[in-house]
Structures are given as structure tokens and as C-alpha cells.
């Protein structure tokens, strides 16, 4: 049982350049969550999905695209990255009538 | 505006000793309140919650107490361990489970 994975572990773009991060749950929760970490401040929802064809907008959403691929996996895109987009993503997911969620270990994401 | 506020960036604590992190929130919209664990370069920990028609929650050396008409919310852990260094979020959630962090606490347990 491996929990919440997300992959890859570092990456470095330029700006400009697109990339995809992968998340994926292996614990059959409904919901799934995409965080975003800065320097001093607290973790912020970017986007998220209550259910597996449903997806929507967090509080900081502005140059980020989500896809529910299917009940386990939850991508994040970065269509056009900017280096105001560097910081640590996590992923998270939730089970039904539960309020915790469950974190993965972080990408760290460098924007040149 | 921040919803959330913790106040301490960081704590120092003797092993044995309690520890007291604080939380503040402006809005009483939220249901429940949780605190989560993070060591660097891993993801955070869920520790503990309470419901807010609750006032206090404890789980082992972890209780967390919750002050409605204050606003205010505090994981107390005792007796400390070097093994609870980390840094501490609280996180208040309502509507679509969605989680409103604050910026953490570090806590530091020496010997």
C-alpha cells in the first residue's frame, strides 16, 4: 500500500516550457487535491476533484490545468511555466465521510 | 486576508516539557480543524482533528483544544520527544473538504 505517490520527485523548466505532474492513489478515495508550498507561507489549494469527472478551481489556480485521468490518478499541468510558479506541489486524497487528507511526498518545481 | 494565522514562525522545548502550538482564524465558517506533522522533503502528516462542536480531542501525547468564541485553536503535546521536531500546520476545513493551511510552526525538542 503505497499511499499517494507523485512523480516526478524534482524538475527544472525553463520559462515557457509545459511539463505535466503526476499524482496517484492507491487507497480507492473519492477525492483528490492539488497543493501548492512557498517559503514562509502555508499550503495552498490549487485545484481539486470531490469525484472521479469532476474537477475545480482552489484558491490559486491562475496557470494551472487539472485532468481526473480516472479514480486513482490526478494530473496537474503547467501549460506555460513562469518562475512565479517555483515552489513544492503536493498531492493529496481524501476518503468519503473522512476530513483528513493524505499527502504525497512533494515535487519540487524550479522555473529559470 | 489571512484566515489562518500562526503566530510563532518557530519553538524551543526541553525533552519531557510540553509543547503548546497556536493557531488563530478570523471566520467561524469552518467545521473542523486538524493539525498536521512535516519533516523536511517528505509531504505533511495528518496528526489530529476536532469538529467544532467540540472543544478539546486527544489522541496519546496530542491534544488539541478549541476555543470558538476566540477563535483560537492549540496542539499541546506532551511529554515532547526529539522525534516531534518538525514544522506544524493547522488546517480549517468546511465546504468540499477544502483546507485552508496556516504557515507553520517549528518546533524544536532538544535534550
Known amino acids: 500500500n503505497a499511499g499517494v505517490t507523485q512523480t516526478p520527485k524534482f524538475q527544472v523548466l525553463k520559462t515557457g516550457q509545459s511539463m505535466t505532474l503526476q499524482c496517484a492513489q492507491d487507497?480507492?478515495?473519492?477525492?483528490m487535491y492539488w497543493y501548492r508550498q512557498d517559503p514562509g507561507m502555508g499550503l495552498r489549494l490549487i485545484y481539486y476533484s470531490a469525484s472521479e469527472g469532476t474537477t475545480d478551481k482552489g484558491e490559486v489556480p491562475n496557470g494551472y490545468n487539472v485532468s481526473r485521468l480516472n479514480k486513482r490518478e490526478f494530473s496537474l499541468r503547467l501549460e506555460s511555466a513562469a518562475p512565479s510558479q517555483t515552489s513544492v506541489y503536493f498531492c493529496a486524497s481524501r476518503a468519503g465521510g473522512r476530513n483528513e487528507q493524505f499527502f504525497g511526498p512533494g515535487t519540487r518545481l524550479t522555473v529559470l | 486576508d489571512q484566515q489562518v494565522k500562526q503566530n510563532s514562525p518557530s519553538l524551543s522545548v526541553q525533552e519531557g516539557r510540553i509543547s503548546i502550538l497556536n493557531c488563530d482564524y478570523t471566520?467561524?465558517?469552518?467545521?473542523?480543524f486538524l493539525w498536521y506533522k512535516k519533516y523536511p522533503a517528505e509531504g505533511p502528516t495528518f496528526l489530529i482533528s476536532?469538529?467544532?462542536?467540540?472543544d478539546k480531542n486527544e489522541d496519546g501525547r496530542f491534544t488539541v483544544f478549541l476555543n470558538k468564541s476566540a477563535k483560537h485553536l492549540s496542539l499541546h503535546i506532551v511529554p515532547s520527544q526529539p522525534g516531534d521536531s518538525a514544522v506544524y500546520f493547522c488546517a480549517l476545513g468546511g465546504g468540499y473538504n477544502k483546507l485552508i493551511f496556516g504557515a507553520g510552526t517549528r518546533l524544536a525538542v532538544h535534550p
Open positions: 476536532i469538529s467544532s462542536i467540540k
Open positions: 471566520n467561524s465558517m469552518f467545521d473542523y
Open positions: 487507497m480507492n478515495h473519492n477525492s
